[in-house]
């Protein structure tokens, strides 16, 4: 009994660290919504997921290898050039990393161009996707975050005997999870809201999470580019990336106050 109340601690300790990046995502993704609906579209999404994640648990527990073993279609190559051997989990993963890059890099256009300067207009870009849309996007985009975590929560629940008991371990941990999801994403979004200048840090971490997760992918797909495999990010060096980047911001942003000083 005390094995497995450890097991369900650490499980929960894994998907809070592992759903920070999420909660960044949720955050920024919800303010495209119409703003009455921002903190009710983060409410939905996630309860949503909270649902589809255990419903993903039980497929993983029940079809691991299909996930795991590549297709015979989608593996060969070019003589020296590229190779490949794509599965289930591979394809999850780069195509999730693939759509991050494309919505941080685009959120970044947006913010540089000349029209994104004005508030205004970028309050009214943003709420031009509907909430439903902006719902969807946030429970695709939890689900592919969850892949990595429930994989490695079925590698954590190995040594439970019972698959059922294993099983509702896992379930209580994404419960519990989902609910500190709940109340931290409202937070973040207060604090970004009222800090904007630090969506700019926002965006660019939700920019290396998505390089993290096409590596990662990469990696799964055991894909070299002439000979040379695709090495994925670890998450020492993400959360290390991670702090580089807080740290320079903080001390950019300090140093322009001094500068502002001083001219004055």
Do not use: C
């Not at 990393?97 to 256009?109: D, L, M, N, S, V």
């Amino acid at each position: 009994m005390l094995g497995i109340l450890f097991t369900l601690l650490m499980l929960i300790l894994l998907q809070a660290v592992l759903g920070f990046d999420n909660l960044l995502y949720i955050s920024l993704e919800s303010k495209k919504a119409p703003e009455a609906d921002q903190k009710r579209v983060r409410k939905v999404g996630i309860l949503i997921a909270i649902v589809l994640r255990i419903v993903l648990l039980f497929i993983l527990v029940s079809i691991i290898e299909f996930f795991q073993e590549p297709f015979s279609f989608l593996t060969g190559g070019i003589k020296d050039v590229v190779h490949f051997a794509f599965n289930g989990h591979s394809i999850i993963v780069l195509l999730g990393g693939g759509f991050i890059i494309y919505t941080a890099i685009k959120e970044i256009w947006h913010m540089i161009s000349t029209k994104g300067l004005e508030v205004s207009d970028m309050a009214t870009d943003r709420s031009t996707k509907s909430s439903n849309a902006v719902i969807t996007s946030i429970v695709l985009m939890n689900l592919v975050f969850s892949f990595d975590s429930i994989l490695a929560a079925i590698g954590l629940t190995s040594e439970i005997e019972s698959s059922t008991t294993a099983f509702i371990v896992m379930a209580i941990a994404i419960v519990i999870s989902g609910l500190l999801m709940l109340v931290m994403a409202d937070r973040i979004s207060t604090f970004l809201s009222k800090n904007r200048m630090y969506e700019v840090l926002g965006l660019f971490i939700l920019f290396i999470v998505g390089i993290m997760l096409v590596t990662e992918g990469g990696h799964l797909a055991h894909i070299k580019i002439f000979e040379e495999e695709i090495v994925p990010m670890s998450k020492t060096t993400f959360y290390f990336v991670l702090a580089i980047l807080i740290i320079v911001d903080v001390v950019q942003g300090r140093y322009q106050k001094k500068l502002a000083t001083e001219q004055k």
